[in-house]
């Protein structure tokens, strides 16, 4: 595994061409997107797509997000691209939505794991942007951490849990949005989110007008969750609590504090932490997505075993930190 750092505001051709080359022979380049780090292969190949499954230790029924250097490109891997489709890219790509419309025959099967649809994605990054385009395909990826960890914002998270999976690393520092797409199903009647992110449900709907919301755990069993959205997912090794307000910060502190374990809050609100470790989360859900996972990975890596988080806004802006912090809590 090679690592090489790309400056994002002056890209070095030659590092383009060594991942495209890679992505043509079949390999694994992970690569910055504005959302996350994700773990590109030749969408055409099915044989580079196992590898992708392999490298991450996931399971073949979730499956892959194909991105895409611009409309055309989007348009080759579907049956049809429909008036909400064009608006909405019009509107929000490059940029971290992905849309699952029906698949056409040149993506193969296990990109889909099986199913008829495709998710479809232009990333807001020039590193991503510059990497498809010179390979000439579309890039299937998913986020670049081991299946159920946390994803990677940092190049070093890449390398710290897969190892030596990938054939090259293209580290362009800090991503820019923190968590991962919004994924809007648009082959079905009514568009619905299947994966809540930073462009929200109200934004869709401005675009759109009526969007639904898919909840994972229905218990009318009416809703559909999006294949691979009921695991547990996106979690630290720590164990993560979501607790209402300051004062349950403080009450859940003490009993694991007086258990020997080392705790670590993330508040919004000021708080005086009392034997624990404070780490002060910004007001702002832009910002906060942007942190989120280099504090659970910061958290690991300083040993925490306890991570006790102040609960967010039931906002539609905050929909999409708030489905992570309930998968993250989630054993
Ligand atoms: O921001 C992102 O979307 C990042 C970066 C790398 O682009 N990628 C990412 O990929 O998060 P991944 O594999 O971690 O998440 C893919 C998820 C699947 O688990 C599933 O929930 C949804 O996208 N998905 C993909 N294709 C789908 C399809 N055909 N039907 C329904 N859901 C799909
Ligand atoms: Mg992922």
């Not at 910055?32 to 996931?58: C, H, M, S």
């Not at 590193?127 to 890039?139: F, N, R, S, T």
């Not at 989110?193 to 218990?219: C, F, N, T, W, Y």
């Not at 780490?279 to 300083?302: I, T």
Request: with cysteine.
């Amino acid at each position: 595994m090679r690592v090489r750092k790309v400056d994002p505001a002056n890209i070095d051709p030659a590092a383009i061409m060594e991942a495209a080359d890679i992505i043509t022979r079949g390999g694994l380049v992970a690569f910055p997107t504005e959302t996350v780090y994700g773990l590109g292969a030749d969408a055409t190949n099915p044989t580079a797509v196992a590898g992708i499954f392999n490298a991450k230790g996931r399971p073949g029924y979730n499956p892959l997000i194909v991105h895409v250097a611009d409309v055309e490109g989007a348009i080759r891997c579907v049956t049809s691209w429909p008036a909400r489709a064009k608006e909405l890219a019009e509107r929000f790509w490059p940029g971290p939505l992905t849309m699952v419309l029906p698949k056409a025959q040149g993506i193969p099967d296990n990109v889909t794991a099986g199913l008829s649809t495709v998710g479809v994605r232009m990333p807001n990054h020039p590193v991503a942007l510059a990497l498809i385009e010179a390979a000439g395909v579309p890039l299937a990826a998913p986020s670049a951490n081991r299946s159920m960890h946390v994803s990677p914002t940092l190049g070093e998270h890449v390398a710290a849990s897969l190892g030596a999976a990938p054939d090259l690393i293209l580290d362009a520092g800090p991503v820019a949005v923190g968590i991962e797409s919004t994924v809007l199903d648009l082959s079905t009647d009514i568009p619905t989110v299947l994966r809540p992110g930073m462009i929200s449900v109200e934004d869709l709907r401005a675009v759109l007008g009526q969007v639904e919301m898919a909840k994972g755990h229905a218990p009318d069993g009416v809703a559909r969750p999006s294949p691979g959205m009921m695991d547990r997912h996106y979690s630290p090794n720590a164990t993560l609590m979501v607790v209402d307000d300051v004062e349950q910060i403080a009450k859940v502190a003490a009993i694991q504090l007086n258990e020997r374990r080392r705790v670590v809050a993330l508040a919004r609100s000021s708080i005086r932490p009392d034997n624990y470790t404070l780490w002060a989360m910004p007001e702002s859900p832009g910002e906060y997505a942007r942190l989120l996972y280099g504090m659970l990975h910061r958290a690991d890596a300083e040993g925490y075993d306890v991570i006790i988080v102040e609960g967010v806004p039931e906002t539609p802006a905050w929909d999409g930190v708030r489905d992570r912090l309930i998968r993250a809590a989630r054993r």
